[in-house]
């Protein structure tokens, strides 16, 4: 048997935390540390939690609270808890929950195997510092190994928005953009190492300002690297959306026609008190410009219902700006009350009220996002191949707008991009025909 140590870890909460994930295990590779896929093999557990909602938080401790018994019997195990509640929550964590050894906050991850051995020697250890460094340039680079088609990639980091419902700005700080020229480094070794389509990551990536043209000039540059084939970016404010952006829609090739750009709700009154800082109907006039730049684009959104205070009146507006828009997808949450929060303090929606719009919504989204799906039947689109099917045969691939597409040819692997004809519209993919390769641009 080799001396390698064995790490589990364990993603919640948004694409940002599944790229940390992944520098943290490289990192820990550099500590001797293989990635296993069952907590019970592992010598140490780190999990990567999020904070934004309750119930997304209180996963957390229920998932310790299933290694109760895999610390009895492996009292050298370390456990960890990174990530957004790592951060809100600190020291806290291992007052409620005992086994835990190490809690790491999202600007702290360089910190990782230093904190490790602190654990290792039998002490608590803790870090949730925002310090001034950038973390990414102290996390050890990603080994040379081959990789997946699609990449996600974290460009900008914190948000300044302070949305009313949101712990984000608390848990992640203030708005952080790396430097360009480490985002196109990586971006070509990615690249060196398979990767077709890098998703540009950021908790408000479109403030991004870490390059002279910011996320415009930053997806320009990107364009121009020899087997990148797509770029996407997400996520965006509406008020940051700016004209080199809206433009760079309608001229980079490579920039995917799908756009998440979050409302939240349709009320103006509401908008107010969420402090989105802009109304329902500049949100329209921006897709409609962002249409005029790139008539195909897709949209997709995330909304809340019952936020403190919202009326049926308030809540009818948000359906009646979806039929206005059209989500190609959207994501549908019940408004969860965040301790130290403003929403927090006003008066509370009650819950059946919650639940039953939160119902009609997802019914209006799903009715929209199937339309836009079946309309694919009888076109053309160019898809990313992924991976096989469940059958033999069977390809997999996203198209430009992320529906999932089969395509029976034996000519195509993983890394592929093709025009395929679209002939069939089922309950989640779609299906693919007379499948053209695309060479590599
Ligand atoms: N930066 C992104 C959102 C990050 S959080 C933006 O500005 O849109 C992802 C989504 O979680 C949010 O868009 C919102 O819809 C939802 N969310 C955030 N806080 C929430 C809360 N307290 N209750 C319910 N949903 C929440
Ligand atoms: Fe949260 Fe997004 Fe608002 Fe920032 S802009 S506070 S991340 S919802
Ligand atoms: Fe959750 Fe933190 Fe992401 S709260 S959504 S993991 S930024």
Redesign the pocket.
Known sequence: MTGTKKLYIKTY??Q??VYDSERMAEAMGGQGYEEVSSPEEADMILLNT???REK?AEKVYSELGRYKGLKAEKPDLTIGVA??VAQAEGAEIMRRQPMVDLVVGPQSYHKLPQLEARAREGHKALDTDFPEEDKFDHLKRRPKARRGPTAFLTVQEGCDKFCAFC??PY??GAEVSRPAARIMDEARDLVERGVREITLLG?NVNAYHGHDGGLAGLIRELATIDGLARIRFTTSHPNDMDDALIAAHGEVDKLMPYLHLPVQAGSDRILKRMNRQHTAEQYIRLIERLRDARPDLHLSGDFIVGFPEETEADFQATLDLIEAVRYGSAFSFKYSERPGTPAAERPQVDEAAKDDRLQRLQALLTRQQRELQDAMVGREVEVLFEKPGRLPGQMVGKSEYLHAVHVHDERIAPGDLARVRIDHSGPNSLRGVEAVLQKPQ
């Open positions: 909460g948004c940002m935390n999020c904070h934004i997304a990530g957004c712990v984000v848990t992640r908790q």
